[in-house]
């Protein structure tokens, strides 16, 4: 299982903060992941609005992808947004599990 580098996607002025989840913690992440189902067009904040301050996760898997997800996608209101249609995920958990919500371990 790879691990993941995820980097807040916040737009101040400053370079974005990003951390680098072992495989160990990416196996947690991929868990919150999970597809929940097919978002439909024109679903509340979907996609999400280019804005300033806080706009989502841009999550890059590092090795070999984990199948049924893009080497690279954004996390934003419980869904993945991705080259394919944007996908629901069961848990929505995945911004207080890596701190996004308080970057205390963020570079």
Do not use: C
Request: proline fraction near 12%; charged fraction near 25%; aromatic fraction near 8%.
């Amino acid at each position: 299982m790879p691990g993941l580098r995820i980097t807040i996607d916040v737009f101040s002025g400053r370079p974005n903060p990003t951390i680098e989840l072992s495989a160990r913690e990416a196996r947690t992440a991929f868990a919150l992941l999970k597809p929940a189902g097919r978002l439909e067009k024109g679903a509340p904040g979907l996609p999400p609005e280019p804005t300033l301050g806080y706009r989502g996760l841009i999550i890059e898997q590092l090795g070999e992808p984990v199948s049924g997800l893009p080497r690279t996608f954004r996390y934003a209101h419980g869904a993945l947004f991705g080259p394919r249609t944007p996908i629901r995920v069961a848990d929505e958990a995945l911004e207080d599990f890596t701190g996004a919500r308080q970057p205390t371990r963020w570079s």
